[in-house]
């Protein structure tokens, strides 16, 4: 074996085409370990944690590409490799060849679209305040997919774009459905009467696919990216947000959804509140409930919650927290027998396996307080997972944050992560496999078939030695979706896995499993 | 353009970065462009600082 | 302030613009371009000498030396020209150009083209035809007798031809040339289809026997490309009267040597900046490979650096065929250089592009920002001296010539106070 590394000066490919091209290229007969990347510190790091650095990394910059192997030269060699790599490379190229022409910048694009409104930004973090600023001086909204852009960046654009009425939607902001468009991570979903704003892309993609599955329909869902209720940028696109949907006479009913913001931040959105003739629905992720009452305001206890006050209000029903299932409490009394029938005594951990990070937070605070939870996102630092002791103990991850998509797509992308940890956390101690499901745009082809093939590995693995595991699901989707909500449901109930109408009711199965488990004991 | 000002427009959207976000909006049938993004001047920061000083001199 | 560079640049285009390129003539080189004399080799490309020149290049210099009686046989040429004898300066620097090789020697018979606008000229050899000719470096008997030949017989009879014809307006027949499928570098069928028609019978009339009408009818009309020798010259007239410029980032010339390519920049007078040629990556003839390549060679790009040749390849999909592309490869070449020029040509108009005009005015600045080089059409020369054209691809100058002329130009800025 050696490590060998090729070096391609001013080479520059997105992200999500470097990581599928490293994905091919280790398929490569006699390859062991290969990366393809452009030089940043964080690849730099991600080499050498791989164990594939050379001399040749020493001199490199974020603006060239670099090829480095690990390989066996008795079947193989770095000419190959990197004919390979320019093969792949052309079959990209290729397929792109039959397609309108691309201008090279925004500035030749407007001359192509002289009559664009919306600019939707996903280069690397280092060169999207440039692009972003372009946009803006052209009188255009933006949608900021993009992260890694600084705080005070991020400020200075946004307090730019507030002067100019216009949206910037981010950085990191993955989900956003403007005009009834989705851009970058949304779902299809219904046209309709309620606006949102969201901090939060998973959690947004939940509300709007729970309002769509009770038969309504949203008017604008609105991003902000996760940082925008902090205190260094005082939620300016949440406000201007919330304003323009107070202002939009197609939107009746408006609801906010984040984490909990900072308190002068929250401040400032209490007063809209206050004052808004139309009603609100607050969902800061286990925020102060009184405060958001007290303004008039509808508070939650879940995005699920979120969506069914939403349409209970619209509909002027009567709005009560949803703290049960869509199911009567007899069937769901039969369903966690028949689970928990199938465990053995030792199997009492929970591995929660998540790719939106909204959706592994909401499981996070409506299980954490009742177990010790080990976690990327932990609610102390003591359940950090880096503290857990040889696996033992629940676990619940968040697959798409950062330490988990270095070098490698988000798993809403690519489910191969979490195909990985299905393969190396679960074991014959758990009992509870807890996952999201996300389909939609932007999200791979067929999450529920990588799921699907996930969970029937596991089964046979955990089969060998007399083990069955109990899978809970739930489906971020709808039926407009291209993978289809239904079809993705019916493939997940055929492997055994026990789908939920939403991520709240599968954290809460999830609990009454685990409590029933705890009796038994 | 204010925000409820282009609520009332057809979205035209002018995609800068992943592919397949263009992708996703072709196929909803929107009006939309890509612009197949690269570092400006290939990311080479001596002739960055060339062009900003030409364009400074405004 | 920016003003200031896009003021001078509009003034660069309105040059161009407003170019007349005429034919007005033939003479003889010795006697018409500027500066010539006996042991003055023009030669393509920026300035070279004679230990750098490459295979073609070497070859069509002892081929001139043969043709002009300083050596009687290729080792005695090669002598002859290494023995600095022979001054070798650039086409360019003399008001010239010339495809391939582009060696220019006293005694051989040159087009006459004057911008009548500005009252500059132009002047580019005859095109000797396909196969063991001089611009590809053969210095073979045959090689000789066809240039003698020219001089003797082809030459006078089209000089009295235009005599009788009177001027005729190059950039009216390229503009229908380039609405007939040429792009009037690398494929010049059209436009040298118009100018046998346009001269046919001024040609009958003149003073020669018929044998020798026939001869030069025949000759012009085997080769295709004998309007390259006139698209050139119109191209380079059109362009000079920009150079000097103070302040324009426009390109007004590019060339190569076969060893480097050379730009030289409005703004920045008669500076080359240059760098090593490529290799093209292209299609290549039956049993030759990009092993067999020369470098990139000749003046020819000066037809792309005016908008036309490669840059106007949408409106000649058929010489895609010799690229080893694709008609959309035309169209998509052709769009994205619109990236990297400033107007589109009032004369030149591409039909396949709704008769968008052509991308005219290559801007250093723009070319470094997006990093999308200038395309140049062209035929591939075999490394060797006298074997002749291996292929024929697509070629890019290399960054290198913009960046440095982008530092230059900067330099200049803030040597005259105007930028930090």
Known sequence: MIIQTIVKKNAYYDSVTLMLLSRELKKLEGVEEILVGMGTDLNIELVQNLGLFSGELESITSNDLFISAKFDETRTNLEAIEAAFVEQLNKTDQKEADDDYQPPTLKSALQYLPDANMVVVSVPGQSAADVVDEALDNDLHVMLFSDNVSVEDELRLKQKAVNKGLLVMGPDCGTAIINGAPLCFANAVRRGRIGVVGASGTGTQEVTVQIHQMGGGLSQVIGTGGRDLKEEIGGLMMIQGFQALIDDPETDLIVLISKPPAASVAEKIYRIARQSAKPVVIDFIGGDRAAIEAVGAIACISLEDAARKAMAKLNGQKVADFVGFSLPEAEIEQIVDKAVATLKPDQTELRALFTGGTLADEAMKLLGGRYAIYSNIPLSPEMAIENMPDQKGHLCLDLGEDRFTRGRPHPMIDPQTRTEFFRSHVDEQTAVILVDVVLGFGSHADPAGAVVDSVREVRERLGKVGREVVVVASVCGTDLDSQNLERSVRALESEGVIVMPSNAQAVRLTDRVFQRLEKGN | MSVNELFKKDLKVVNIGLKSFYNDLKSQNLTAVHVNWKPKAGGKTRMVSLLDKLKKMN | ?420
């Open chain 3, 1 to 420: 302030m920016e003003n200031l560079i896009e003021k001078a640049n509009q003034q660069v285009l309105e040059i161009i613009q407003n170019a007349r390129p005429t034919l007005i003539g033939l003479g003889i080189a010795g006697e018409v371009i500027p500066g010539m004399e006996k042991n003055l080799f023009l030669h393509a490309g920026p300035p070279v000498t004679w230990e750098r020149m490459s295979g073609p290049m070497r070859g069509a210099v002892m081929a001139g030396l043969i043709y002009e009686g300083f050596a009687s046989t290729p080792e005695e040429a090669a002598k002859v020209a290494a023995s600095g004898k022979i001054r070798f300066e650039p086409c360019h620097h003399h008001q010239s150009v010339g495809p391939m090789a582009g060696v220019v020697t006293s005694s051989m018979p040159v087009w006459i083209i004057e911008n009548t606008t500005y009252g500059n000229k132009a002047f580019c050899t005859l095109n000797e035809g396909l196969g063991k000719v001089l611009r590809f470096g053969a210095y073979g008997e045959e090689v000789i007798t066809r240039l003698k030949w020219m001089e003797a017989v082809l030459y006078p009879v089209l000089k009295e031809a235009i005599a009788i014809h009177g001027p005729i307006d190059l950039k009216n027949m390229i503009a229908q040339g380039v609405q007939m499928g040429d792009e009037v570098h690398n494929r010049n069928k059209a436009s040298t289809s118009l100018l046998i028609r346009e001269i046919a019978s001024s040609i009958v009339k003149t003073s020669f026997s018929d044998e020798d009408k026939v001869k030069v009818f025949d000759f012009l009309n085997s080769n295709d490309h004998t309007y390259l020798n006139l698209s050139m010259p119109a191209a380079k007239a059109s362009l000079d009267p920009a150079g000097g410029v103070k302040y324009s980032t426009i390109v007004y010339t590019m060339a190569r040597n076969g060893t480097d390519f050379g730009i030289r920049v409005a703004g920045l007078g008669d500076r080359w900046f240059t760098a090593p040629a490529e290799i093209i990556n292209g299609l290549y003839f039956p049993g030759f490979t990009m092993d067999d390549a020369n470098p990139d060679i000749g003046d020819s790009c000066i037809t792309e650096t005016l908008g036309i040749g490669g840059f106007s390849m949408a409106t000649a999909p058929a010489i895609v065929q010799f690229v080893g592309g694709t008609p959309k490869d035309a169209m998509r070449y052709t769009t994205s250089m619109y990236e990297i020029t400033t107007e589109e040509s009032k004369a030149y108009k591409l039909p396949p592009l709704n008769f968008r005009g052509a991308p005219t005015g290559i801007d250093i600045r723009k070319v470094v920002e997006t990093q999308i080089l200038p395309v140049i059409n062209t035929g591939i020369a075999h490394k060797d001296p006298g074997v002749g054209q291996v292929g024929a691809g697509i070629v890019n100058p290399p960054m290198a010539c913009f960046e440095q002329a982008l530092e230059a130009y900067v330099k200049l800025l803030e040597d005259e106070g105007l930028v930090e």
